[in-house]
């Protein structure tokens, strides 16, 4: 059955997800060891790497942080290699922010260590719930996929 927007179903289903989510980004959160590289840190660099090329304005809003905290988390970023800056193709005057492969090693290498505990935590699960998630993936794949007000150059 498919739920239109508005409804006191899809209500319902966002009431339950935010509960949820909250709990399951608490788990996320916990998987991460303590590094130089903070959450909004992450995040920026994983929208860069799925997204490409961004505005500092666009970033900011996307991590819900301001113009001059990006700006400064930017500049961390771009001294640790992670990002380089450079000029809009289209637009000269625009600084459009990129991941560097350094910085796209590093996501993978913080993934790579967080699906290991998380694969630990899954065996604990019972074969029902572990293939309830993985009949999951592709709804939460869109979920995380689904266009935002923020998703502009």
Do not use: C, F, W
């Amino acid at each position: 059955m498919e739920i239109s927007a508005g409804t006191t179903a899809v209500d319902g289903l966002a009431s339950e997800l935010a509960a949820d989510l909250d709990r399951v980004v608490g788990l996320y959160r916990s998987l991460s060891q303590p590094s130089a590289l903070s959450m909004t840190a992450a995040g920026t660099l994983a929208t860069l790497e799925r997204s490409g090329p961004r505005r500092l304005t666009v970033l900011a809003a996307r991590e819900g942080v301001t113009q001059p905290a990006m700006t400064q988390l930017i500049t961390r970023l771009e001294d640790a290699g992670l990002v380089r800056r450079a000029a809009d193709p289209g637009d000269g005057r625009v600084v459009l922010v990129a991941i560097t492969d350094d910085g796209r090693a590093t996501l993978a290498s913080r993934r790579a260590r967080r699906a290991e505990k998380l694969a630990a935590i899954l065996a604990q699960l019972s074969p029902d719930h572990r293939a309830a998630l993985t009949a999951a993936l592709p709804a939460l794949a869109a979920l995380g996929n689904a266009y935002r007000d923020d998703d502009i150059k």
